[in-house]
């Protein structure tokens, strides 16, 4: 049964990393290679809109290793998203040189309109790609590692360190809103040309970039699965559910969090540096706490502790979101209010938990009918559902553990 | 007093929580290898003395001494418990969305840092360690099965063997027969005289029947020091400990 389950997960995941590499080759093909009369063709703007869904996916996968792994709830992950994407605009706006509106070769528009004589020390470095690259994982990892060190060194957990991580986002926001920051305060950074050389809006750069997206989400979930699977991860599941035991038995379990809630912030940096060259802006707006929350609900929506689902759930609610603001824009906030509440209450394992029910469910009235068919001579054994939560990777089905203080 | 030859070595510990005095000017000893039972009413401070030995409660003052020369009041919970102090809590603690076996692999001794961890490969050699824990705490037949679907006693022996898997010097186990039936209350006190063969263990335990089971030196507390300490039949003669069990 529980190897059955195990590899039932294990090929979700491999499906999933499967489309996405598919993806990666056909979306392009689709885009470029085929003529806009056919019916196959996609258009430029859908590559852009997918291309940046699959960002937030990889935000919500980055969520799920360490909300529904290790049960931290952080309601700043966003900030993690828009460090990495601001590190890549830094690179992005470097690029555009004397392109400019005001023709500087070295200071980008907002630094000359704001009276700057040079640029700012944090500037040096980004007319580089692999330092810009360097940054976007190593600033948000090392706020995650010092804020981390921090809050699980001194015990801070649940709602508390919920709470102070959305005070950690709501602050940054305040203080890239600042034009003295020198990241072009309220209007961020935009007006992107080249990235690595090639034309930011042509068509073959945008699905170059969807495909770049694709292939590092296909990564993340493959390097997700592996901590998962691992002693590791077994350990990150065991913090969740019974912290004190893992003390008494030896284990550091702040370094435990400290260790997945630096891997998860450094995903949230990529996912941001992918986002900013396909939406051609970032800006302190990125920062705000309620798109944090935001990530929360597509994974809650997905099926937090499944790794698929939180991919699942970002694409889903986007997809609605795109179609949702177009149709009834101003009732966009309330149907999102509502479909986390209706997920809480109804659907308490996403949508992957309800697949995963449901197939368990109709595996047992098969046999339940087979032995039936099967007691016309013997006696009618009722099939027994083994029911765990998240184990191994991507499985879920009812009766999640309880979290258990200790005495 | 002499502390060469102790296991454990509490002297005029005291600790209080907003004033109460949850401890107070404790003394208690335990020899290499003795097995101890711990009786008190409730209140009287068994758990907290548990907390103080195991670095989770600090104590205001009084020394607290492990193997003779180890001060546990310098030391957290993860490094005691590294230097051989198994601790099994009052209501049974177990990872309840893993198997048997992981549980144990996760308790198992070894590097306790992330990246041996991260890479870490089960070798034969931790598959028998598990084999053999598994045939000590019964739970040989339940190797797969997820920890959430074990009774409420198996829960209990599954913690001893974790605390086996530990391989400690000294372990503290609290009420580990609470909820049990009086089948699986007989099978543990079994279960611990077979621990206590080559390990030494502090039972805390309100069971009577259980404690004169386990036939070894009881020590009452009461109010946070000890009331009285000898054999089962000595203490339960005690007419101060009658007072306090029947109220005065």
Redesign the interface.
């Known amino acids: 049964m529980?190897t059955q389950r195990f590899l039932g997960a294990d090929r979700r995941i491999a499906a999933m990393i499967l489309a996405l590499l598919a993806a990666a080759v056909i979306v392009p093909l689709l885009n470029l290679a085929v003529s806009p009369q056919s019916a196959f063709y996609i258009p430029p703007y859908i590559v852009a809109l997918v291309g940046k869904y699959l960002c937030y996916a990889l935000l919500a996968l980055a969520l799920d290793l360490v909300w529904g792994y290790c049960g931290i709830l952080s309601l700043g992950h966003g900030a993690f998203f828009a460090l990495g994407g601001y590190a890549m605009g830094m690179y992005l706006m470097r690029q555009i040189g004397s392109r400019g509106v005001y023709g500087n070769p070295i200071l980008p528009d907002f630094m000359v309109f704001l009276n700057y004589k040079e640029l700012p020390w944090f500037w040096y470095g980004f007319d580089h790609f692999w330092f810009a690259a360097l940054m976007v994982l190593a600033v948000p990892g090392l706020l995650a590692f010092v804020f981390g060190w921090f809050a699980f060194r001194s015990r801070v957990t649940g709602v508390y360190l919920s709470i102070i991580t959305q005070a950690m986002t709501y602050a940054l926001l305040l203080a890239f809103f600042r034009n003295d920051m020198g990241f072009g305060g309220n209007n961020g950074l935009t007006d992107f040309k080249d990235i690595l050389g090639f034309n930011v809006q042509a068509d073959a750069t945008r699905s170059a970039l969807f495909s770049a997206s694709a292939v590092t989400l296909a990564l993340a979930v493959f390097v997700t699965a592996a901590?998962v699977r691992?002693?590791?991860g077994?350990?990150l599941?065991?913090v969740r559910?019974?912290e004190?035991?893992?003390?008494?038995?030896?284990?550091?379990a702040e370094?435990?969090k400290l260790?997945a809630f630096t891997v998860s912030a450094i995903m949230a940096g990529i996912a941001g540096a992918l986002y900013v060259p396909q939406v051609g802006i970032i800006n302190p707006g990125e920062f705000e706490p309620a798109n944090s929350i935001e990530v929360v609900i597509w994974t809650a929506v997905g099926g937090r502790g499944t790794i698929v689902g939180p991919i699942v759930g970002a694409l889903l609610v986007n997809a609605g979101k795109s179609w949702f603001t177009g149709v009834l824009p101003e009732f966009w906030l309330f149907a999102l209010g509502g479909l986390f509440v209706a997920v809480t209450l109804l659907l308490p394992k996403g949508v992957v938990g309800m697949w995963d029910n449901w197939r368990s469910q109709a595996k047992a009235l098969r046999a339940a009918s087979l032995a039936a068919a099967a007691s016309a001579e013997t006696e009618a054994s009722q099939p027994k559902i083994?029911?765990?939560?998240?184990?191994t990777p991507g499985a879920w089905s009812a009766?999640?553990?309880?979290p258990?203080p200790?005495? | 007093m002499n502390k060469s030859n102790t296991i454990l070595y509490l002297d005029g510990v005291s600790v209080s929580f907003d004033g109460f005095r949850a401890i107070n000017n404790l003394s208690l000893v335990l020899d290499k290898g003795e097995m101890r039972a711990i009786i008190g009413p409730n209140g009287a401070g068994k758990?907290t003395m548990m907390d103080i030995v195991?670095g989770k409660t600090r104590p205001d003052e009084g020394e607290v001494f492990f193997d003779g020369q180890v001060d546990l009041t310098r030391h957290d919970?993860?490094e005691i418990?590294?230097m051989g102090i198994?601790?099994k809590?009052?209501?049974p603690?177990?990872?309840?969305?893993?198997?048997v076996e992981?549980n144990l692999?996760?308790?198992l001794k070894g590097p306790?840092?992330?990246f041996p961890?991260?890479?870490?490969r089960a070798s034969a050699n931790e598959a028998r360690r598990i084999d053999d824990i598994l045939g000590v705490v019964r739970l040989g037949d339940k190797r797969?099965e997820?920890a959430?679907?074990l009774s409420h006693g198996q829960k209990q022996w599954l913690e001893i063997g974790?605390l086996l898997a530990?391989d400690p010097k000294l372990l503290l186990v609290?009420e580990p027969v609470a909820g049990m039936t009086d089948a699986e209350t007989e099978e543990t006190a079994r279960l611990l005289k077979d621990i206590a063969r080559d390990h030494s263990v502090v039972v805390v335990e309100h069971d009577m029947h259980f404690v004169r089971e386990l036939g070894v030196k009881v020590t009452c507390l009461h109010e946070g020091s000890v009331l009285s300490e000898g054999t089962l039949d000595f203490v339960s003669a005690d007419e101060r400990v009658v007072e306090v069990y029947l109220g005065r």
């Open positions: 529980i901590i691992s002693k590791y077994k350990l599941m065991a559910d019974a004190s035991r893992t003390r008494f038995l030896g284990w550091r370094n435990v260790f083994v029911r765990s939560a998240a184990r009766a999640g553990p309880e258990q200790a005495e | 758990t195991t919970e993860a418990a590294m198994g601790r809590f009052q209501k603690t177990v990872f309840e969305s893993h198997s992981d692999m996760l308790a306790r840092s992330i961890a991260l890479f870490h797969e997820t959430a679907n974790m530990q609290d």
